[in-house]
């Protein structure tokens, strides 16, 4: 596979989709004790048009970005860029991975496997936090992973719907107005 290029165009669209994760980040409601919102949909998007590497920095930096601002930690905000870049780049890579066509089915399969990846990173940040960093004992810990994961869940399980989607919604758009062909132009050979 070729690599792709960081042309302005690319640059430009994964300046987008990072905006559009943080601005959809802002906004969440709580359920459970965690908050649910729709920005891991807009992350796997972010995989799905740009692929793995300039989706999955769109990804991390736009979640990283928010974090940073609602005042968390280095630490945390680090974290945020790795897991939600990883969610993206699974995505990404796994639909990428070849010339074969974006169907639905593949799509979703893709948006699955991104997802699960992110909820496993943030269940692993949680009880290495809980365990490590805190010393709670493990009823405790275990207690909390549950807690955190099952909003988790949710947002990924709407993100899975919600993706695949709203990307085959727009996928007519994109090709007849050329950005498609724009978004996955390929290096030139020597």
């Known amino acids: 596979m070729s690599n792709r290029r960081f042309t302005i165009f690319n640059l430009t669209f994964m300046a987008m989709m990072a905006a559009m994760v943080y601005v959809v980040t802002l906004f969440r409601f709580p359920l459970l004790g965690s908050k649910v919102h ?3 949909a807009v992350c796997l998007l972010s995989g799905i048009l740009l692929g793995p590497l300039q989706g999955g920095l769109a990804a991390g930096i736009g979640s990283a970005l928010y974090d940073a601002v609602a005042g968390y930690d280095l630490v945390n905000v680090a974290i945020t860029l790795v897991s939600k870049f990883a969610m993206a780049w699974v995505c990404g890579a796994l639909l990428h991975g070849g010339n074969k066509p974006h169907r639905l ?3 979703a399969l893709a948006c699955v496997l991104g997802a699960l990846t ?7 940040k949680t009880f290495i936090y809980q365990r490590f960093v805190y010393g709670f004992p493990m009823d405790t810990v275990w207690a909390t992973v ?4 099952i909003p988790s869940l949710i947002n990924a399980a709407v993100a899975v719907v919600a993706a695949p989607l709203f990307y085959h919604a727009v996928l007519p758009a994109l090709r007849s107005s050329g ?4 978004m996955y132009a390929r290096e030139e050979e020597a």
């Not at 992110?118 to 692993?124: G, T």
């Not at 549950?146 to 994961?149: A, D, L």
């Not at 950005?179 to 724009?182: A, I, P, Q, S």
Request: proline share 0%; charged share 25%; aromatic share 20%.
């Open 146 to 149: 549950v807690s955190k994961v």
């Open 105 to 107: 089915d593949r799509t």
């Open 118 to 124: 992110y909820v496993f990173l943030y269940a692993l």
């Open 179 to 182: 950005l498609l062909k724009r």
């Open 38 to 40: 729709f920005a891991n």
